[in-house]
């Protein structure tokens, strides 16, 4: 792999699970928020 | 947009503009004389590793803030830190494995500084699965603190480990006796803008775990309410027949 090649593989794997850990807390704290509407 | 939607959002926006000067700069700035381009996967790995040590520095103060208040709020802090920290040290060896496998030409040794990383990130890991073992929230907050001070003894092993042993891993390259390693501004620049961003990002990530840790208590404070039976419904029954 080139050195670029090595540099995107690297950024994509930090920003992808970043995005991907960022985006479950948003998913979670969406959904539990709905539930306890629902529920109160 | 109401006010307070748009307070809920300001660290999204934090890191999503963090996140952007970041990458920029880290795509302008020179590549290495030794490295070549290979050198911009540093301004993702140190960043992390630094994240991973200031989450575990805050885990041991909350811990023991906890330890002497008794007050929940300090077991949140830790909780909400200690998962970042665990999230951002996988990072780091993830990233380390890429960095290592492009440079040294493997992705992992039995180096010093490498393996204690990786021990520091499964006691972490185990944290967070004692955590899991109690639903008592005093208990739970008793265990995790004890933890939480014990394991933040591997920050300062995990930091100078490249000090104290012969490793693979490069020493430190800017906070150094003999001066920074790195002799190209913007290189440093570019590295303490990273530090800087990552841990504004530290910051925005535990305000949002702390308010879904919120919001999961008071989750399940409706669901044990429901449970309870309601005022008046634990009245015995009378016995028929029988005079009072």
Known sequence: ???????????????GSFALYAGSIVV???????VIERAE | MKVQTRIRRWPWVAIVLS???AFALSMISPKDDVQGELVRIMYLHVPAAWLAYVAFFITFVSSIAYLLTKNLRWDRIAAASAEIGVFFTGLT???????????????????ARLTLTAIMFFVYLGYLALRRTTDDPIARASRAAVLGVLGAVQIPLVHFSVVWWRTLHQ???IIRPDGPAIQEPLMIVTLVVGVVVFTVIYGALVVKRIELM??????????????????????????LGKKP
Request: net charge negative; no cysteine.
């Open chain 2, 214 to 239: 919120h919001l999961e208590e008071q989750l399940a404070e409706i669901e044990r309410s429901a449970d309870r039976p309601v005022a008046g419904e634990a009245v015995v029954v009378p016995e």
């Open chain 1, 1 to 15: 792999m080139t050195e670029w090649g090595w540099v995107a593989f690297a950024y994509a794997v930090g920003y």
């Open chain 2, 19 to 21: 996140l952007a000067v």
């Open chain 1, 28 to 34: 979670r704290i969406r959904k539990t928020r709905q």
């Open chain 2, 171 to 173: 020493p430190p390259s």
């Open chain 2, 93 to 111: 060896l993830v990233l380390g494995m890429i960095w290592g496998k492009s440079t040294w030409g493997v992705p992992w040794t039995w180096d």
